[in-house]
């Protein structure tokens, strides 16, 4: 069954369903080599070797690159694998607490009880008490990068639940002003360690084949969150009295205690389990995760893989930042932030921090937190439509999630940032105008009134299919492994707590007092960012889509990733990784000839 003049007869193409061979072969997409496919697996499974010399017959041990997966990729392998999935699926509700505090300060900051119950609180002080959560929230998430490596995740986990059940009873339980403040701060630190464990910890259960879409969940679940947290709030804007802002406040405390109790029965991470030198709790957990007996992890080839890349992944670390085997936990962590800003990482570092930048000052955090009051500037009046048609912008950017899953890879990242900052700029600055031209008498141009709205859906649209996902899948891509966990935590830091005070704190701070004063110069600060956001995608930014990541060195000129992947060869044959893969090679190759 030849199908390349140079391949032996059992090898037979990936796209031929034959399963009495048991080694596949098939052109592969990693050129300049073929791949070859084991299919045969003990207990289910893939391996493909793709040779890096030889262009026919079997692959050569020396000279391959390997990938491998437990089961079908997407969907489908999310569904296959429920355990993990709904491992992390339970820990994506960190995600949801951050976007229900996002949707619901909106509602609570323009309810009747609330503005009556303290009438001296006014543009300023409604900042303050959405911007003092974001601050703290800086200090939570780095604070927690330290600790979840020296402590495990659950008890991590527990803590940072725990002190966002504090904060969010404070704010349910509040009778002054202050109360609310104090709250948030609380409430703020344990959302910023939360927002940094959580989709660490899905990361390091996930296998292969659907870490993509699970890391794709923490988004869908900040989003959610969002949606939620509006529209408990515009359903209990017209309860009597307080009960009207303290029942929405009061619901984040059921993912909050729920996360808490249940992250409990979580498995622990293997992948800090190695690094804690407990390779034998972390063999143990990680067939658990993969869906394999104790019995069948002894012998599992592909599990015997991932426990040796893990152990690789750690040494790695450890010998390019200089670490003794007594270093743990502080001395790491702060070895690893200092390298970031190295003449080697530098540039790859600000493009991490920049795209989360660009993410707040887009705009987007103002239409969350001051929804109804932006849209009451734009000219729709009277509670029930102006929080209707604010809550529409949670709508469409949960929808629009959804697309730029599908299409990321095939676009590329950088025409979607190009066309974003395009988009999200033009939507901005038309409604600038708008509000400039008939801002005085919206009465009298109705019309106007909803080609504004219709340009602040478009900007959301605009927003969820590219500076939104984009921002979590950029960073992990253009940082070299070694650094490449710390790489990605500053990057996040960066976004979703405002790069510290600079940016996402001033938005919470000062945009109510550029509405109070002008609209329409409010709209024109988002639009500058937005078409400065496009000058930034296509002058500085690199096309990472469908590149490997060994080769992204070459589109920023340097060898910071070549020189990891030089130490990391050295390991895996120090470890035995190399050998394992030399016998799968061997075995496999002798059981089809037979």
Known sequence: MSHNSGAPEHYTP?????????????????APGEGYRIRSIPYGGSLDFTPTVSNSGPPSPDSYTYTYRYGPPGVTGLLRNKYTFACALFASIGGLTFGYDQGVIANVLVMKDFLRRWPGVGPWEKGVMTAVLELFALAGSLTYGVLADKYSRRTTFVTACVVFCVGSALQCGAHRFSDLVVGRAIGGFGVGALSMLCPLYMAEISPPEFRGALMAMEQFSIVLGCVLGFWAGFFTRGVEGSASWRIPLGVQLIPGITLAVGCIFLPPSPRLLVAQGRNDEALRTLAKLRLRSEHEAQ???????????????????RQTQGLSTSETGIDIGFKSWARLFSRKFIDRTWIGIMIMVFQQWSGINALLYYGPTLVREIGLKGDTISLVVSGGIGIVQFIAVLPAIAYIDRVGRKALLRGGGIVMGCSHLSIALLVGLFGDDWASHSTAVWVAVGCVYLFTASYGVSYGPIGWVLPPEVFPQSVRSKGVALSTASNWYANSVLHSFLIGLVTPVLLETSASITFLIFASACFAAYVWATYWVPETANVPLEDIDTLFGSTAGQDDLRIKHQIERELGLHDLIQELIRGYDSDADE
């Not at 012998?299 to 670390?317: K, N, T, W, Y």
């Open 14 to 30: 990936l796209r031929t369903e034959d399963p009495e061979h048991h080694v596949v072969y098939s052109p592969s997409v990693h």
């Open 299 to 317: 012998d599992d080839p592909l599990l015997q893989i991932e426990m040796l890349e893990m152990q690789v992944e750690a040494r790695l670390i």
